[in-house]
């Protein structure tokens, strides 16, 4: 197989026709085991207007064979397969697949390294976490801080009675989506909003010393004081379009990360200097409060997307650098119409899990489905999500319940790298101290779907 070209149409809103964001080529010789040949992304945006086309092509000779080794440039194979994913709110459109190639075995082609999709799974580039606990500490107004109380049946499993009876989540991700300025953290934060940041979950009654405390009270209660939950804080993106950031070093010279104002190499430079001061900063300060009973693993980018511009995943790549040089992993929870979320493991991401996003709205269970697969396709971990409302409304109740089914369906329950998203408040702490049976069956159900029982 020498080439695949994949036809579409895009025809918005009139028709409510989109591209796929990426199509993914696999190979296989017996249909169960596949090997990726390439993935290749859409290079036209969504966008309203006329009726326009775009032919997705791999060719072997120009993109080589991704599962094949250096240099090769044709696969070996009886059997093709070519992915790619809807959005839930439009039709796609493909009229043809050609595939070129010849008959036999011609010379230069390759047999692909084939085997089943596989959920990422805990390890080493997990830093040894299984169930990650999303705990967002940004401003959130109308939301009560979190407390030592409010974190424990997080941390610990509880009964009814508030009795601590094992552990439960083995790792806790810290972040912020918004600073009391209204910036976003994964877009346009400034210098300000990352020392509000800092001093909040530093500070010395702030969520991390709040969730110390609620691992040394879970730990006494069994028996294991010396237990350490592993943490990973966040790491805010220093936005490409940023032009006065902050001065970071004291030379009187706000930070401009913009690539049309001051080139691209310079706006890289500029924003890895800004990251490697977040990283010193958290290190400091991660020392200073020298936490009993917390491990400081890993980063998490906060972007849930890849930038549109060329220097995209050379940014990502030089930025999960500076988090290797420290010792730490590298996180990412993309979510499900995220651009050419398949290059994780190239812009060197350790872990990732990947957001079906079916919980919030009402959506074919099929959105699940293919979040699920789409996560197994490319070696990623899940990320279940729920919140409050799942303790008021029968209808997100249900879809609470849709992704503990697909957890033991689909084999990541307890097994796979999962991610859990509980909104922004204590939404275990009240499922777990409510008198209500069926609510405090979710918090027991949740407990069990983590240790696949």
Not at 152 to 165: C, D, F, H, T
Not at 280 to 308: F, I, K, P
Not at 326 to 333: E, P, T
Request: aromatic share 14%; no cysteine.
């Amino acid at each position: 197989m020498a080439s695949v070209r994949a036809h579409f149409l895009q025809d918005w809103p009139a028709s409510a026709i989109l591209f796929p964001l990426s199509v993914s080529i696999y190979v296989s010789d017996d249909s169960v085991n596949w090997g990726i040949v390439g993935h290749k992304a859409t290079e036209r945006g969504w966008m309203n207007g006329p009726p326009i086309d775009q032919t997705y092509v791999w060719d072997g000779s120009k993109d080589g064979v991704a599962g094949g080794g250096q240099g090769a440039t044709m696969a070996y194979a009886r059997y093709v397969k070519v992915v790619f994913s809807m959005h839930p709110r439009a039709w796609t459109f493909i009229d043809e697949i050609e595939i070129m190639g010849t008959d036999g075995k011609a010379d230069g082609a390759v047999v692909v390294n084939m085997k089943p999709f596989e959920f990422q799974y805990p390890g080493v580039d997990t830093a040894g976490i299984r169930n990650l606990s999303l705990v967002y500490n940004g401003y959130y107004p109308d939301v009560p801080a979190w407390t030592k109380d409010s974190l424990i049946p997080e941390i610990g499993y509880v009964n009814q009675a508030g009795q601590v009876q094992d552990w439960f989540f083995d790792g806790v991700l810290m972040l912020g989506l918004q600073s009391p300025a209204g910036r976003d953290f994964g877009k346009d934060s400034l210098l300000t909003d990352w020392q509000w940041y800092l001093d909040k979950t530093f500070g010395a009654q702030g969520d991390l010393k709040q969730l110390n405390e609620a691992t040394k009270e879970v730990g006494i209660q069994l028996g294991q004081p010396n237990h350490k939950t592993k943490v990973v804080m966040m790491l805010p993106n220093s936005g490409e379009n940023t032009t006065n950031f902050g001065d970071i070093d004291g030379d009187g010279i706000t930070e401009n990360f913009s690539e049309a104002s001051v080139g691209i190499e310079k706006a890289l430079a500029t924003r890895q200097k800004a990251v490697r001061w977040w990283l010193q900063e958290v290190q400091n300060r991660w020392n200073a409060n020298n936490y009993s009973n917390l491990e400081l693993v890993g980063m998490y980018w906060v972007d849930e997307e890849v930038s549109w511009s060329k220097s995209a995943p050379d940014f990502l790549r030089m930025m999960n650098s500076d988090v290797h040089a420290r010792g730490l992993k590298s996180f990412w929870i993309p979510h499900s119409l995220t651009y050419k979320s398949f290059i994780w493991k190239d812009a060197g991401f350790d872990a990732a899990t990947y957001q079906p996003n079916y919980f919030f709205e009402d959506l074919s269970i099929d959105r699940l489905v293919d979040g699920i697969q789409t996560a197994k396709r490319y070696g990623m971990g899940v990320e279940v999500e729920f919140d409050n409302r799942m303790l008021t409304d029968n209808t997100f109740r249900s879809r609470f319940n849709e992704y503990m089914n697909a957890g033991y369906q689909y084999g990541f329950a307890g097994k796979g790298f999962t991610a859990y998203y509980k909104g922004s408040g204590p939404v275990l702490r009240d499922a777990a101290s409510s008198t209500n049976p069926i609510i405090r069956e979710l918090y027991d159900r949740l407990y069990n779907f983590t240790r696949g029982n």
